[in-house]
């Protein structure tokens, strides 16, 4: 079965520094990985998808990712924190299974704290 | 173009009732899946459905049952409600025939209480 261990259960940034989300996976084929946010009492949004093309994989907000096999690492990085990045932020893999039919399957999370 | 829409918002039930939860999918998409996400952990895979049938399922007892309409929406039902049932329950929606790095997209949740 694919699984996501996401290695900080909180991330506390200044505004304006360089945010790290730390994510590793594993899988027994080739990954589809995603990054979700959540903001306090909202919905997930898709902040990117790993399409086993580019293995940079830039989302939306600034953010971007890498995937590295070698490591089975998925972090997200974003170069300057602003103050609306503080939310809970999940690192995602596929899990296509047996019948064909994927499933996503959702690390603990990181809740980013961001301090003007 | 309507996202994911889910009813109601919020829902306080009593231990040992039943509920029901639905769920509209984004335009075109014709697959849902549910998620239980309790306070502070991440979602959880309940099951799937696609062509109003269950597709995949999570490690959930059969107490949590689903189905799915000719209109891909659907509904999730929890019958003999327990404390530990309370969670923000969330649809996703999805094309079935996607590539393999497909994407789900979700809905708002409905916030689930029982006392």
């Known amino acids: 079965a694919q699984s996501v261990t996401q290695l900080d259960s909180h991330v506390s940034v200044s505004e304006g520094t360089p945010v790290l989300l730390r994510c590793n996976y594993s899988s027994s084929y080739s990954p589809s990985l995603f990054w979700y946010v959540q903001h306090p009492n909202k919905g997930l949004q898709l902040l990117l998808k790993?399409?086993?093309?580019?293995?940079l994989v830039k989302g939306i907000n600034g953010f971007e990712a890498e995937f590295k096999k070698s490591e089975t690492s998925f972090h997200l990085t974003k170069p300057s924190a602003h103050m609306s990045d503080a939310a809970e932020y999940f690192c995602?893999?596929?899990?296509?299974?047996?019948?064909?039919?994927?499933?996503?399957?959702f690390g603990t999370g990181t809740r980013l704290l961001v301090s003007p | 173009d309507a996202g994911v829409t889910q009813s109601p918002t919020h829902l306080i039930k009593t231990r040992g009732q039943q509920v029901t939860l639905r769920c509209s999918p984004k335009?075109?998409?014709?697959?849902v899946s549910w998620y239980q996400q309790a306070l502070g952990q991440g979602p959880q895979f309940i099951f799937q459905?696609?062509?109003?049938?269950?597709?995949q399922r999570g490690n959930f007892p059969d107490r949590f049952s689903g189905h799915q309409f000719p209109n891909y929406s659907s509904e999730l039902n929890v019958n003999a409600l327990l404390l530990g049932d309370s969670a923000l329950y969330l649809c996703?929606?999805?094309?079935?025939?996607?590539?393999?790095?497909?994407?789900?997209?979700f809905g708002p949740g409905t916030r689930l209480t029982v006392t």
């Open positions: 996703a929606s999805s094309f079935a025939s996607g590539t393999p790095s497909y994407e789900q997209y």
């Open positions: 790993y399409t086993s093309a580019a293995t």
């Open positions: 995602v893999v596929s899990d296509r299974g047996n019948t064909g039919f994927q499933k996503l399957v």
């Open positions: 335009s075109g998409h014709d697959t």
């Open positions: 459905y696609y062509e109003e049938e269950e597709r």
